[in-house]
């Protein structure tokens, strides 16, 4: 079993960062691809970024280009995004999400299905 373990969230102001981790423990893949995904109260989970394993793909929800990075840290099997001109519309929890499939892009297809969850992390962007 593989765990994804968040860590980054917290509160900012608006037009401030944040760097969210996720580091994967346990039966750890050896391949696949990673994601973050958000959900603000009362909606639906949503894309937000994905990498392939070796860091050299990512995809990003359209909305959020230009201000959110997703990277990989191979050495460490950490996946990092990111977050910079905050805004209170960024506010939702993030969860980190990997699959065995290696092409990250399965990641961007609403419903899609994914391999395993961390617990998530809250960002509150306050204004």
């Known amino acids: 079993q593989v765990q994804l373990l968040e860590s980054g969230g917290g509160l900012v102001q608006a037009g401030g960062s944040l760097r969210l981790s996720c580091a994967a423990s346990?039966?750890?893949?050896?391949?696949?691809?990673f994601g973050w995904f958000r959900q603000a109260a009362g909606k639906e989970r949503e894309f937000v970024a994905a990498?392939?394993?070796?860091?050299?793909?990512?995809f990003y929800a359209e909305s959020l280009k230009g201000r959110f990075t997703i990277s990989r840290d191979t050495a460490n099997n950490l996946v990092h995004l990111q977050m910079n001109t905050l805004t209170p519309e960024d506010t939702a929890v993030y969860y980190c999400?990997?699959?065995?499939?290696?092409?990250?892009?399965?990641?961007?297809?609403?419903?899609?299905?994914?391999?395993?969850w961390g617990q998530g992390t809250q960002v509150t962007v306050s204004s």
């Open positions: 346990g039966r750890t893949l050896s391949s696949g691809a």
């Open positions: 999400a990997a699959n065995r499939a290696p092409y990250p892009g399965l990641l961007t297809r609403r419903n899609t299905r994914v391999d395993y």
């Open positions: 990498i392939s394993w070796s860091g050299g793909t990512t």
